[in-house]
T-cell receptor, first 114, second 115 residues
Framework: DTGVSQDPRHKITKRGQNVTFRCDPI?????LYWYRQTLGQGPEFLTY????????KSRLLSDRFSAERPKGSFSTLEIQRTEQGDSAMYLC????????????FGPGTRLTVL | DQQVKQNSPSLSVQEGRISILNCDYT??????FLWYKKYPAEGPTFLIS?????DKNEDGRFTVFLNKSAKHLSLHIVPSQPGDSAVYFC??????????????FGQGTTLQVKP
């Protein structure tokens, strides 16, 4: 399977704990995105990487959130001092650099903060 | 500010009939539009897209229509099948100005196709 993969699929944590999610994009895709989806809403953009460079961050991405994409391959999204409001589905997507093209999404990581 | 809106939370159609899902947008800089389908516990799956230089794109049973003057697009599914039952998201990007390709999504419409 050469699609986008995410790990873990589910994460339950207590408020105040740190969590880290991983995304492995389609191998030849230069662009990588993180989105967050809450119940009844569409995915909301969080951040964008072009290769290893983080080129855009949404104002939704508070200073408790950090994302990396070392070597332009997999990416990690870390949330420090989690809050109940962080409970959501975190989606990763990737696409090719050239031109305008569709993004391919992973299955997501569902985070529940107790 | 909801730049992409799907005003119908749900739609129910009979198998074999046409399903029409609607989407409105406010940002005239959007130049690329996509439809995604999402099943529970899965990520969104790309369905069909259209560039702002076109007004129609067709792929099998799926056709997307774009009306730039009305800032409106629609997805037609003909004939509808029970396997089409899912949540459908409309999304838009302003690739020409932002050069990031980030997508702005609507709230989604839940389609139920009854056998």
């Amino acid at each position: 399977d050469t699609g986008v993969s995410q790990d873990p699929r589910h994460k339950i944590t207590k408020r105040g704990q740190n969590v880290t999610f991983r995304c492995d994009p389609i191998s030849e895709h230069n662009r990588l995105y993180w989105y967050r989806q809450t119940l009844g809403q569409g995915p909301e953009f969080l951040t964008y990487f072009q290769n290893e460079a983080q080129l855009e961050k949404s104002r939704l991405l508070s200073d408790r959130f950090s994302a990396e994409r070392p070597k332009g391959s997999f990416s990690t999204l870390e949330i420090q001092r989690t809050e109940q409001g962080d409970s959501a589905m975190y989606l990763c997507a990737s696409s090719l650099m050239a031109g305008v093209n569709e993004q391919f999404f992973g299955p997501g990581t569902r985070l529940t903060v107790l | 500010d909801q730049q992409v809106k799907q005003n119908s939370p749900s739609l129910s159609v009979q198998e074999g009939r046409i399903s029409i899902l609607n989407c409105d947008y406010t940002n005239s800089m959007f130049d690329y539009f996509l439809w995604y389908k999402k099943y529970p516990a899965e990520g969104p799956t790309f369905l069909i897209s259209i560039s702002s230089i076109k007004d129609k794109n067709e792929d099998g049973r799926f056709t997307v229509f774009l009306n730039k003057s009305a800032k409106h697009l629609s997805l037609h599914i003909v004939p509808s099948q029970p396997g089409d039952s899912a949540v459908y998201f409309c999304a838009a990007s302003d690739e020409g100005s932002s050069n990031t390709g980030k997508l702005i999504f609507g709230q989604g419409t839940t389609l139920q196709v009854k056998p």
